[in-house]
C-alpha cells in the first residue's frame, strides 16, 4: 500500500493531507497557541477527530502520547538520539522506528518483522515537506501516519525553512542498515 503524507507549509500552523492510494483519507493539523505541541488527526469530513497527538515533556528525549477518541493510547519515545531511532509500544506491540544515513529514509517495524518505511522530500519550494510511505496492507495507518507525523515534528519543529529549504545526508549512526530488498505484503 502506498501513503502520501503533504504538509501544507505556508498554513499558519502545521496541516498535513494523508492520502492513501492517491485518495485524501485524512487531514492533521497542529493546534496553534500550545507550549506543547498537539496534532488532532480526522477523516476527510474532519469531523469527528479520530485521534489526538500530544507531546509529553522530557528531558532530551521525545515523548509523546497518541490518544484515539475510544480510549485507546500508544506511546512513542525516543530510543537513542544518537542514532535517530524511536519506539512506540501500542496494545501489545513494539514499533521501532529508524532513522537511516541519509536522515530522510525511515523503517518501521512491528515486533521486529518489518512492516513500512518512508522517505521525505530532499528539497522543499513554497510547499511543505512530502512524505512517500510504502506498507504492508494490513498495517494500522492512523498509527503508521501518527508515527510519520510525530517524527517530523522532531525533525522539523525548530526549522525555519522560509520558502526553499533543502536535507542533505547526515551521515548519522544507523541502529539497522536500509533493507533495499524489502517489499510490503499485500
Known amino acids: 500500500m502506498n501513503i502520501e503524507i503533504r504538509q501544507t507549509k505556508l498554513a499558519v500552523a502545521a496541516q498535513y493531507t494523508i492520502l492513501i ?21 480526522v477523516n476527510t469530513n474532519r469531523y469527528p477527530n479520530l485521534l489526538s497527538i500530544q507531546k509529553r515533556w522530557a528531558w532530551f528525549k521525545s515523548s509523546y502520547d497518541i490518544l484515539w477518541m475510544n480510549g485507546e493510547k500508544a506511546e512513542f519515545r525516543t530510543k537513542s538520539i544518537w542514532d535517530g531511532s524511536y519506539t512506540c509500544v501500542f496494545k501489545q506491540d513494539l514499533y521501532d522506528i529508524i532513522r537511516h544515513s541519509n536522515g530522510r529514509l525511515y523503517s518501521v517495524f512491528k515486533n521486529n518483522q518489518q512492516i513500512a518505511w518512508w522517505d521525505k522530500n530532499k528539497f522543499v519550494w513554497l510547499d511543505g515537506d512530502v512524505y512517500k510511505v ?53
Open 21 to 41: 492510494e492517491d485518495t485524501e483519507s485524512y487531514f492533521a493539523s497542529k493546534k496553534l497557541f500550545r507550549l506543547l505541541t498537539e496534532i488532532d488527526f
Open 134 to 186: 510504502t506498507c504492508n496492507s494490513d498495517v494500522n495507518v492512523e498509527l503508521l501516519a501518527s508515527l510519520c507525523l510525530i517524527v517530523d515534528d522532531i525533525t522539523t519543529a525548530n526549522r525555519k525553512d522560509g520558502l526553499f529549504s533543502a536535507q542533505f545526508n547526515n551521515h548519522a549512526f544507523e541502529d539497522r542498515e536500509f533493507n533495499e530488498r524489502w517489499r510490503p505484503e499485500n
